[in-house]
Nanobody, 124 residues
Framework: QVRLVESGGGSVQAGGSLRLSCAAS????????IAWFRQAPGKEREGVAA????????LYADSVKDRFTISQNNANNMVYLQMNSLKPGDTAMYYC?????????????????WGQGTQVTVSS
């Protein structure tokens, strides 16, 4: 069964922090690129950050560099997105996704598996 389950979304004020979690089924975790995407109302889904579980190499969108950190916990097949210095522009539904192999891109169509999403709302 394909499963990516997100949690940790919520509402915060600008400047605040949130940590999102993604629980991945075993075969979706090992040797996979696990990424976070986000989609704001009326906008296209965009890649935020990705981590390759094989080497822990990471990839970030320019808009979140130095504010967001993606990490993994191999003991429980979890991937996290620590979001600091949040801005109203970070408001979106955040999705966990997976693809086979290294994280070469943050392009939407390079990812095959998706979770249901968790809402993040940042107020000014």
């Amino acid at each position: 069964q394909v499963r990516l389950v997100e949690s940790g979304g919520g509402s915060v004020q600008a400047g605040g922090s949130l940590r999102l979690s993604c629980a991945a089924s075993g075969y979706l975790y090992i040797g996979r690129c696990i990424a976070w995407f986000r989609q704001a109302p009326g906008k296209e889904r965009e890649g935020v950050a990705a981590i390759y579980t094989g080497s822990m190499s990471t990839l970030y969108a320019d808009s979140v560099k130095d504010r967001f950190t993606i990490s993994q916990n191999n003991a429980n097949n979890m991937v996290y997105l620590q979001m600091n210095s949040l801005k109203p522009g970070d408001t979106a539904m955040y999705y966990c996704s997976a693809r086979l192999g290294p994280c070469a891109t943050l392009r939407l169509y390079d990812y095959n598996y998706w979770g249901q999403g968790t809402q993040v709302t940042v107020s000014s």
